[in-house]
DNA sequence: AAGATTACCTGAAGGC
DNA sequence: TGCCTTCAGGTAATCT
């Protein structure tokens, strides 16, 4: 599932072969991926790819309108992959297949290429935006800050301010933008930390661990180019490698790697969760509900 | 009014 | 074999 590091893994690979590209045209298939309406995605032909970035998990290309144009603002492509979502470079325009909906036909150098959206599930979308109100705009602003940016006081008061399960914070791109089921998962283990346990409850100790174990996973998961444990693919097509060092996530009833109880498996925020009931225990005294 | 649940969507996997 | 159910989960909408 794309999180932050397998969005930040296809961002660095689109902006390598990407910026400085123009767009020659736009094919939609499935026009009900474009989720905003009222931006026509005409506007998109001549303009140029100056950056792409990522924010919590949306991919960003910020384009530059053809010089003598009147919209002189550029546009904003917000990309959000969801479940199943893939943004894939390729050379031409091969065949379209069954889940494509989107191709951004660009000037390749030397042959044309194209960028193509594909999702099998079709919860993924585009936002096309006038460039100078991106920022302020649905659906960034109301995102909460980065997990490899907030600092660690920010993060105590974060936790301090909230009577929720833990989990359930992390998982809220409100809160913190980027986290998903996986790197949740795998950030409560390394700190000790039952899913279920309320924000506002864990001691001080324990959500300094939690902040520096979930910047650690992050960064070892983007270097691992992300997790591919269905079909997550990079802009190259290759899977990550990440889920070969997952302590939990897809572990149930198997043994813990740190005590070697079993590990157990409970729903929390309506996601399924694996954590150990050794290393994770609830504090006596705090127990849910 | 926060917190929990469901809808969206498709394919894979398991049960019988 | 084949049909049915369940599960996967990011986020918006809906419910309690």
Redesign the pocket.
């Not at 959000?80 to 199943?84: K, P, Q, V």
């Not at 099998?120 to 919860?123: E, G, Y």
């Not at 909230?162 to 399960?165: L, T, V, Y």
């Not at 998982?171 to 409100?174: A, F, G, N, V």
């Given at each position: 599932?794309?999180?932050l590091p397998e969005v930040e893994t296809v961002v660095r690979q689109l902006r390598r072969s990407l910026v400085g590209q123009r767009v020659r045209s736009i094919i939609l298939h499935t026009p009900?991926t474009i989720r905003c309406r009222h931006f026509p995605a005409r506007r998109l032909i001549g303009c140029t790819i100056r950056a792409v970035r990522r924010r919590?998990?949306?991919i960003r290309l910020d384009l530059a309108a053809p010089s003598r144009s009147p919209q002189g603002t550029g546009v904003t492509v917000l990309v959000?992959?969801?479940?199943?979502g893939s943004l894939r470079i390729h050379a031409g325009r091969p065949p379209r297949e069954?889940?494509d909906h989107i191709d951004l036909v660009l000037d390749g150098r030397p042959e044309p290429a194209c960028l193509r959206f594909s999702d099998?599930?079709?919860?993924g979308g585009w936002w096309l935006l006038p460039g100078d109100v991106a920022d302020a705009a649905?659906?960034l602003a109301?995102?909460g800050p980065e997990p490899l940016e907030i600092s660690r006081d920010d993060f105590r008061r974060l936790l301090a301010g909230?009577?929720?399960?833990v989990k359930?914070?992390l998982?809220?791109?409100?809160r913190l933008?980027?986290?998903?089921?996986?790197y949740?998962?795998e950030a409560l283990f390394a700190a000790g930390i039952h899913p279920?346990a309320?924000a506002c409850d864990v001691p001080a100790a324990k959500v300094d661990a939690l902040w520096r174990a979930m910047r650690r996973i992050l960064r070892a998961a983007i270097r691992h180019c992300g997790s591919s444990?269905?079909?997550f693919v990079g802009a190259d097509g290759r899977r990550g490698r990440y889920q070969e060092h997952h302590q939990v996530?897809?572990r149930?009833d198997q043994p813990c790697r740190r005590c070697g109880a079993r590990l157990k498996?409970l729903?929390?925020?309506?996601?399924?969760?694996t954590f150990c009931p050794r290393c994770q225990a609830l504090q006596r005294g705090r127990k849910?509900?």
């Open positions: 599932m794309p999180e009900s919590g998990k949306f959000h992959l969801r479940m199943t069954r889940h099998i599930r079709k919860f649905a659906p109301a995102l909230h009577k929720q399960r359930t914070l998982l809220d791109q409100r933008a980027g986290m998903g089921n996986i949740t998962d279920e309320r444990t269905s079909d996530y897809g149930a498996y729903r929390v925020a309506g996601r399924g969760t849910k509900r």
